[in-house]
């Protein structure tokens, strides 16, 4: 019994050990792999519209133009879906509305602001880092649906990279008898929800999914903890006045912010 | 036991039920949903409709004391595009409260949508805690609303939309104390208002069913002329071919008489 009592300790601190490397070198690769996010610290991130390079074909048939249809819909949604890890990181990210009211002031395309000066938007519009993501192919292997996505995070005042990967990610789906795929519960729901056919669900949500495995590693934003702090204090415009009695007793009256001011 | 197993059973069917009706979800509204619509069919339903949705989401994230980066902003420009510029300055005005460093970004989008509401910066959201003012946004932004489209849900959703656009400007500007000749003119305010947004709805309805009637008039219309053209064209084609038969029989006619007049000869 006291043996089988040691063999099973010796298990538990050796998995205990395996868990410590495993964390202490996941921590260490982040670090290397995203140096120059830590060096620079960027805390507003803006995702430039996406440049798409994906072949469209010849429309002959109605067949034709629905595939097209569908791979503009995952291509939008390749960028709708980019904020939202960030916003999780801690990162100021302008949502989809508002990039586009930017990107419409900007007269350079997406593949030139990926090679040019960018310290305009630093000065004028206070963000930090860009983000440029480029589609550049849909396959279709019979199968399952493939994209190949480049991801390039450009600092606005240093003008580096901060973090270039190019993914390419594979949805796999099954066939029913009559050779067409089988509806994934999940993609499934995001037809419904979003009224469109199963093919462009399944991209969109390879897309989204891509989005969020490249994007939530980043480090958090430089100012993630002052912005929740800011968050708080902002969505409570609440000013306290305390008034201790003689006896030691605290009376606390909440005055607004108007009244405060 | 056979009535515990038959109770067991019917308990695990109606689970089984009503976990299968959860998870069909069907449509859902929220932000990235509307958003995903609109820009696949940026119609003005559409854009009312993602307003209505980041409203909600608002009100939510405010009722749970956290903000989404950017959702403040998000909401004015839905709203600065329907042309509610008043109240979308607000909020773009509350987005750099809540997030001051998208004061840049604001300027930009502000230069972009509402060039003349520049100068209304972050002292306009205290200086604006007033009703009236309020009420005065409601009268303009119903003389201001452009037609609805023909979808009925949007205009049924109208009164909806209507509370939801209000409530977060009210939690932005925060409670005021009127005085009673105040009070009375606000109501009244409200009260026309109000009239003018009924009005104004009933108005769209009747519109709406109007424009259907005249579109299914005019194509019964069309369908009608367009047979008619094609009978009086399969017409003027039967008098041609007769015409030719009857030209083709005397020219038959003429060379029979040559043939016989040759004969005699």
């Not at chain 1, 029913?176 to 979003?194: G, H, I, M, T």
Request: charged share 25%.
């Amino acid at each position: 019994m006291a043996i089988m009592g040691i063999k099973k300790s010796i298990c538990v601190v050796m998995l205990l050990v395996c868990a410590v490397a495993a964390v202490g070198c996941q921590s260490t690769k982040k670090q290397a792999h995203y140096s120059d996010i830590y060096k620079e610290q960027p805390s507003t991130i803006y995702v430039a519209p996406i440049v798409d390079h994906s072949l469209r074909r010849a429309v002959r048939s109605t067949e034709d133009s629905a595939y097209n249809a569908s791979l503009n819909t995952a291509a939008q949604q390749l960028f709708l879906t980019a904020t939202d890890p960030l916003v999780n990181n801690g990162y100021y990210v302008p949502g989809p509305l508002a990039s586009a009211q930017l990107a419409a002031t900007e007269a350079r395309t997406g593949r030139q602001l990926r090679n040019e000066n960018l310290s305009d938007y630093a000065h004028d519009l206070g963000i930090d880092a860009i983000l440029f993501i480029t589609l550049n192919r849909w396959g279709d292997a019979g199968d399952g649906w493939t994209v190949e996505v480049e991801y390039v995070l450009r600092s606005t005042t240093s003008g580096n990279e901060l973090m270039h990967a190019v993914v390419e990610a594979t949805k796999r789906y099954t066939l029913d008898f009559k050779k067409r795929p089988v509806a994934n519960p999940l993609d499934q729901a995001f037809a419904d929800s979003n009224r469109c056919d199963l093919a462009t669900a399944q991209r969109c949500r390879l897309v989204e999914v891509l989005n969020r495995y490249v994007l939530k590693d980043l480090p958090s934003g430089r100012h993630a903890r002052q912005q929740r702090t800011e968050r708080y204090i902002a969505s409570h415009p609440e000013f306290f006045t305390l008034r201790i009695q003689p006896d030691e007793s605290v009376e606390v009256v909440k005055n607004e912010l108007e009244l405060f001011d | 036991m056979g009535v515990k197993k038959g109770c067991y059973a019917i308990v695990i069917a109606v689970s089984m039920v009503w976990l299968l009706g959860g998870c069909s979800g069907g449509y859902k509204s929220t932000p990235r949903n509307e958003m995903f619509a609109y820009q696949n069919r940026p119609t003005y339903g559409s854009l009312y409709a993602l307003a209505v949705a980041h409203a909600e989401r608002l009100n939510a994230s405010l009722a749970e004391d956290t903000l989404h980066p950017g959702l403040y902003a998000e909401y004015g420009i839905a709203l600065a595009m329907m042309g509610h510029k008043g109240v979308a300055c607000r909020m773009l005005n509350a987005e750099v409260a809540a997030f001051p460093e998208s004061r840049g970004m604001v300027r930009r989008i502000k230069e972009r949508l509402m060039p003349d509401m520049l100068a209304d910066t972050l002292a306009g959201v205290r200086d604006s805690a007033n009703l009236l003012q309020l009420a005065e946004w409601a009268y303009d932004s119903v003389r201001a609303l452009q037609p609805l489209p023909y979808i009925p849900s949007v205009i049924d959703s109208t009164d909806t939309a209507w509370i939801a656009i209000q409530t977060p400007v009210d939690s932005v500007t925060g409670p005021v104390r009127l005085t009673a000749n105040q009070k009375r003119e606000l109501l009244e305010q409200q009260q026309q208002a109000d009239k003018l947004r009924q009005q104004f709805v009933r108005d769209s309805i009747a519109a709406a069913k109007q424009a259907v009637q005249d579109s299914i008039a005019a194509a019964k219309q069309a369908k009608i002329d367009a047979r008619e053209a094609a009978k009086k064209q399969r017409k003027i084609a039967q008098k041609e071919k007769e015409k030719a038969r009857a030209d083709a029989r005397k020219e038959r006619q003429k060379q029979a008489k040559k043939r016989s007049q040759k004969k005699n000869k």
